[in-house]
Structures are given as structure tokens and as C-alpha cells.
């Protein structure tokens, strides 16, 4: 009788536990969508509000891209010559990215590559207002720059925030234009904070997100649930090109440093010592005698006329505070440097081998100015060309290489028996190769025959120049053309309509 009310007994007690389990799962449940409610809530909100201050951003590249056209092998019967000139057809090339309006003026920061090489830089907004910026400046070491619009209004601008008061796990949104989808929100977590990437300067101690980051999503904001930007997305790791899950973004204090620069200097201006360094390790504190890992250790003196070779510091030195603070390593001193202002006087403790010891020395040193890191273009290696002897270089009407069309250019491009002016270049920077037919082709292209302008028949670039030359900012143009067309074999007519800025 005992053992079977002990099971009766056993048995109520699992009823009522499996009661208050499930009256607690239950409880648990509706808790747990109750919080999935208030964080759908909560991006919500917060994409309202941070959405209206970022920005997509186009930019049209300095030098063409090639691309093909028609087929992309000769017909049996086609003209070999004609095939290698489809093959070289020039375009101009264009890139998308997002930035973010820091400064109710129209102040935006992006990342520095987006606009790299740029020859027009055009913002638009979320109400699908497109404004010309221009380029405050830029900063190669942390990939950051800032752009100036004038939108004649204030404009809707983000707050920067602590990313130190962040943490690993913390919920955060990306917002930007990847593939250039304005507008596109996507949520993750930090997976972690001050990493390093392979390739990056000593300037870039990222956040990592698990939160989508694409191409086109460079520049724009990385925001906590307080709608505070907390970085600037600048890298994705992948494999394919695309988000796996793994990006980066440049923390927003630093951001917020390069940007007051850039606002005062133009750029940034950072303190230079002048020395390459080497971290202290467990070995080389052995050995040393020092007692900690700490320090940074001079391994050379490129510049003797640097800051650091003239105040007497010499390779094998190591250097264990900056302004009274402790060095942690070679990195932690060439943040300390540089985010000190150039020409400021700073006091350095530094240990040197002495015989068989060490010395403990302290020295004063007048910071330089960190060298600016240059890329080299297109324009530095010669692709500009200057006039010569005072000679001024050919005028190139609406951003057109013209010629005048002779027998042996008439046969090259097919246009045997008419009259005009060939189109030998468009210069990509020109606004007129913006212009797009519905299907989304440059309305002018090498080959093509301008034959009249404004109800004018031009034949020769003199008289085409002297019209153009009459021409004012908003006057209406009006070009009749022609050009080979390799499907039709034949010369095809079109119009070309624009306005002169």
C-alpha cells in the first residue's frame, strides 16, 4: 500500500512539476516573444530615425572602362578591323557607396575609397534629392573622408557615439546602399572589437559585425540601438565578394577625430617620431632584464634628420613610456605619436643596454608631422598632358575628341560616303557621358558621326567649336548623328538631346 501511494503520490507530484513547467514555459514563451516584439520595435524606430541622414553615393571614375559591344566573335564576312574596334568601345565607369550627414550643413562622411579617382561625386538624398559634393578631404590611414553638399537647407544629421561602451554581443544595424539598394537596413551582433585586418595601418582597430555588410554598404553608418554612430563600415572578409558574415567597421572615435581634422586642416595632422619599432616579448624581456613585456623597441633610423634621431635615440632603444603613460607595444606608441599634434614637445623614458645592464634614461623630443600617404594616379605617372612652350592644349567641346572626317577614318568606321564630325574620345569626366538612351547606352561613343548641331550642318571642328563657343549654361542642344550599327551592317540615325552646364 505504501509503495503505491508513493506512486500515487510520485505520480501527482509529476503532474503538478509538469503543470508549473509548462505554466512556466509558457510564461517563458510568451516573455521571450514578447522581447522579439520590443527588438523588431526597436530596429524599427531606429531605422526611422537614422535612415533620413545617410546617403548613397555615386561617383564616375576619372579614366574609362573597355567594354565590348555586339558579338564578341567576327562574322564570317565581318570587317576584322571593325570587330577590334567594338572590342575597345570606352565608357565611362561608375561606382556606388553610402556616407552619412554628420553636420546639419551638409557635412558627410564615407569612406576614403569610395571616392578615390573620382572626377564627379553625386550625393542623394532619402528624398531622392541628387546634389554635386565636393571633397572636403580625405585620409588614406584610417580610409575615411569627408564631403561637403549644399542643399540650401538643414539637413537631418547622426550623433556619434562611445564604441568603448559597446560590447562583444551588443546589437547593432548597417545601414547603406549595397549594389547600390538605397536605403537597405541589415541587424546583427559585435563579434568583436579592436581587431586587426591583414593589409590595414596602425589607425584602423575595427569592430567586427556579423551584421550584412556588401559592396556599396562602404561609408555608411554602423549604429547601436540608441540610433549613435559607433562606426564607419569600410571591409568585408569573403571569399566571393560578397557579405559572409564577417564585416568591419572603423570605430567611431577615431572617425570623429580624422573628421574635426579634416574640418580644420583639410586633413590630418599627426605627430612623427620617425622610427621603425618592434614589440617587446616574453623572450626579449628575459633577456633584458626588464621584468615586463611592455615597451617598444627602435629597429632603425631611416631619417637622421628625424625627431627622433636628432634628440639621440638610437636603434636597440626601448622606449617604455610616452608622456607618462606606459607603451604597451609598437602599436600602442604610433597611436600615442600620432594623436599627438605635431610640433609638441613630449617626454620619453626609454631603456638602453649599458655594458652588461641597462639604463634608464628620460629625454624630451619636438614631434614631427607624420608624412601624408600618397597614392600614385594616372595623372602622376604622365597621363596629363601640359602645353609646351605656352602652346595651348586643343578645346574639347562638351568633352569631345573630334575630327574631321577623312577617307581613311570614313573606312575604318564604316561611314563611307557622309558628311560630318567624328567622334574620336568621350572625356568620361564631361556631364555629356552621363547621358543615357532608354536602354542604358552612352548617346555618344567613338565612331559616331555628328553631322548637325542646333539645326546646323557642321563639317569641319572650327565652325562645330565656334557654335558650341555661342552656347550658354541651360541653352537647349540638339545633335543629329549617325554611326555603324554591326547588327543592322548598316549606318543607323539618332538624336541626341542635352542641356549645356
Sequence with gaps: MYKIKRSILTASMIAIVALLVCSGAASALAQSGANRDLLARSFASIAKKVEPSVVSIETKGKLPTTVASGNTTPGDSEDILDFFRRQQTRRPSFSVGSGFIVDKSGYIVTNAHVIENASRI???????????????G??????????????????????????DKAEVGDWVLAIGSPFGLAKSVTA????????ETPGTTAFQKFIQTDAAINRGNSGGPLVNLDGEVIGVNSQIATTNGDSNGVGFALPADETERVYGQILKFGKVKRGYLGVLLDSVKAEFAKIYGLGDTR??????LRDKQSAAALA???????????????????????????????DSAIDLVYIR???SGIERKTITIRLAERPTVARTTADDEGGRKLPIDGVKPPEKPFGLTLAD??????????????????????????????IRTTIGEPVLGEGDLIQRI??????????FGEIVARLKAGDPVVLHVISYDPRSRAPQFKIVQFTVR
Excluded: C, H, W
Aim: net charge negative.
Design 188 to 195: 546583427g551582433i559585435i563579434s568583436q572589437k579592436k581587431r
Design 138 to 163: 580625405a585620409d588614406e590611414e584610417t580610409d575615411i573622408a569627408v564631403l561637403k553638399i549644399e542643399a540650401g537647407r538643414d539637413l537631418p544629421a547622426l550623433v556619434f557615439g562611445d564604441p
Design 353 to 355: 643596454e649599458a655594458g
Design 122 to 136: 553625386t550625393v542623394k538624398l532619402e528624398s531622392g534629392e541628387e546634389f554635386v559634393a565636393k571633397i572636403v
Design 405 to 434: 572626317l577623312t577617307p581613311t577614318l570614313a573606312a575604318t568606321y564604316k561611314l563611307e560616303g557622309q558628311k560630318g564630325l567624328l567622334v574620336k574620345e568621350v572625356n568620361p569626366a564631361s556631364y555629356i557621358a552621363d
Design 295 to 300: 615597451g617598444a623597441i627602435i629597429t632603425d
Design 454 to 463: 542646333n539645326r546646323v550642318s557642321v563639317t569641319d571642328t572650327k565652325s
Design 312 to 342: 639621440g635615440l638610437q636603434v636597440g632603444d626601448v622606449i617604455v613610456e610616452f608622456n607618462k603613460q606606459k607603451v604597451e607595444g609598437a602599436q600602442d606608441l604610433i597611436a600615442k605619436v600620432a594623436s599627438t599634434a605635431p
